[in-house]
């Protein structure tokens, strides 16, 4: 499911969000699916219950996952994810057009600058 790198310098639910984000934009993980209880994953990863649980804390923030108290943690449907990536673009975009304003940068830079942060998103 999740292929770890622990010589990576990311921490390691940096690159638990990276990899869950990718499965579910690709729909290696369907929406509604039940995801693998914290415990059961952190087992499986041989990373500490924490670090798994802050990924989810990270993903659910993000729009990707929801908790249902008793039940689990599930993949959100598709659109709220794709929502919740909208929203962080904007976000992004516009807090760089009002850093190029200040800083007086021209179209070009700017360009480039809003095209390093749409790879990001």
């Known amino acids: 499911m999740i292929l770890l790198d622990f010589r990576d310098k990311r921490p390691i639910y940096e690159q638990m969000v990276e990899k869950l984000e990718q499965l579910i934009a690709n729909g290696g993980l369907e ?17 500490n219950p924490n670090t798994v649980q802050r990924a989810y804390a990270q993903l659910e923030q993000e729009g990707y996952l929801y908790t249902v108290s008793g039940r689990g943690t599930f993949v959100t449907a598709e659109n709220e994810w794709r929502e919740g990536r909208q929203e962080k673009a904007l976000q992004a975009w516009q807090e760089a057009t ?10 070009e830079v700017l360009s480039g600058k809003l095209e390093e942060i749409y790879k990001e998103v």
């Open 98 to 107: 009002q850093k190029a304003r200040e800083e007086g940068l021209g179209r």
């Open 31 to 47: 929406p509604l699916t039940r995801m693998p209880s914290v415990r059961s994953l952190a087992i499986e990863l041989s990373v």
